[in-house]
Structures are given as C-alpha cells and as structure tokens.
C-alpha cells in the first residue's frame, strides 16, 4: 500500500517561517499535492509537485524530491489565520492514479 | 476556478433517518466524484468513488447499502445514509476533479456536510 508520514502538530510564532515535511512510499508516483484544511471547514487547494524542486506561490512554497520521497511545504511571514492542518496527498498508483491518499495532516498552531 | 458546492452544510436529525447530501461542480463536468468522510482531529477518509452513469466503487469496509451513491449526471452526485445512527454523526466531504488523470489538476472539495444523529 501507499504510506504518508507528516507530523502530527507544529507551533510557531506570527512573522516566522516554518517548514512541514511529508515523506512518502508509493510503488508508483504521479505528483504530491497540499491542502489547507481550518478546522469545521473543507480542504482548500495549496500546492502541486510533480517535478523535483520549489514550486513558489505567494508566502507559500512547496518542494518535492522524488528520489527521497519527500516534500515539504514552506510557510513565510506567518499569520494568525495561517493556524490549520496541512494535508499531504499523493495519487494512489493502484487506482491508475484516480484516488488521493492522504496523510493524517499536520495541525499548524500560529501564536501571537 | 473549480468550484464543487455541497448541500446541505449541517443536518440534524433523528435515528433511523435517512439524509441526502448533494454535491454539484458548477463550472465544469466531473465524470468522477469522491465521498470522504473525517471524525474530529482525524484525517480525511475516502468512502467511495462515485462514476457517472455507473455504480460506484466502495473502499474497504464501507458499506454500500448503507451509504447508497447515485451520479446520475456529470455536474452530480448524491450520498444518502440510510437509517442513520449516532455512530454515522460525522463531517462528509464531496471532491471532483476537471481533467483527466495525469494532469496537475487537483480535486477540488465542498464545504462539507456536518451530519449529527441524536
């Protein structure tokens, strides 16, 4: 099967930079994706690897290394509202990369 | 962009009801639908896959009868929990993607539906 590995929580302070990591081991690869999910509420879009390297987009950034099996996703210049879970998703080789599998998500708590 | 809406947002309701929740892509066609369903500080759990014009495809240890999917057009697909207990009270989440597999396309999820089951 696919396995996704995050942390579990993180904290930071407002302004800082902070760093999620996800590891993964898939038997076939088709691209990593990153949601933000606030609590009560659905995942929203971030980011897409498919590529090794840093996909830049805004105060967020995400990277990819495909040989290590590993992204993380970058948070500059930290908000308040930045406080949420960060799911880790990749396509699932054995649906023909239809279905995501998703990381248990790492919960962001940004204090002032 | 990709806009998937989800109805209804919460529903409250007796035992051995059943609830309907909707889920429609509004800006394009999705040939494909996903059902998730996540219980509190828990992550995402994929219940099924949901195939217009056809029947829809249940992970392990889902229970098809009781959660009936019916994608009858490209802009819809229904969840329906029949006989709902307390232990169905949960947040279910509808997901669709616009293109075809390969493409960095991402799903795109509903508000999601709070159900609670007194």
């Known amino acids: 099967g696919q396995n996704i590995d995050q942390p579990t929580e993180m904290t930071a302070t407002e302004g800082a930079i902070v760093q999620i990591n996800c590891t993964y081991q898939t038997s076939g690869f088709n691209g990593l994706f990153w949601y933000q999910q606030h609590a009560g509420e659905a995942p929203t879009f971030l980011s897409y690897?498919?590529?090794?390297g840093l996909e830049e987009k805004g105060r967020f950034s995400s990277f990819l290394s495909r040989s290590k099996g590993y992204s993380y996703l970058l948070l500059k210049e930290l908000q308040m509202k930045d406080s949420a879970s960060y799911l880790c998703?990749?396509?699932?080789?054995?649906?023909?990369?239809?279905?995501?599998?998703f990381g248990t998500g790492t919960r962001l708590l940004v204090s002032p | 962009g990709a806009v998937v809406s989800q109805h209804p947002s919460w529903v409250i309701c007796k035992s051995g009801t059943s609830v309907k929740i909707e889920c429609r892509s509004l800006d394009f066609q999705a040939t494909t639908m996903f059902w998730y369903r996540q219980f509190p500080k828990q992550s995402l759990m994929l219940m099924a896959t949901?195939?217009?014009?056809?029947?829809?495809?249940?992970e392990q240890g889902v229970e098809k009868d009781k959660f009936l999917i019916n994608h009858a057009s490209l802009t819809l697909s229904t969840l329906t929990v029949t006989s709902a207990h307390p232990e169905d009270s949960s947040f279910y989440i509808c997901s669709a993607r616009d293109g075809v597999t390969g493409d960095g396309k991402p799903q795109h999820f509903g508000d999601g539906t709070r159900l609670s089951i007194l």
């Open positions: 998703a990749v396509r699932d080789p054995n649906t023909g990369f239809q279905k995501l599998v």
């Open positions: 949901s195939n217009e014009g056809s029947k829809a495809t249940y």
């Open positions: 690897n498919v590529l090794d």
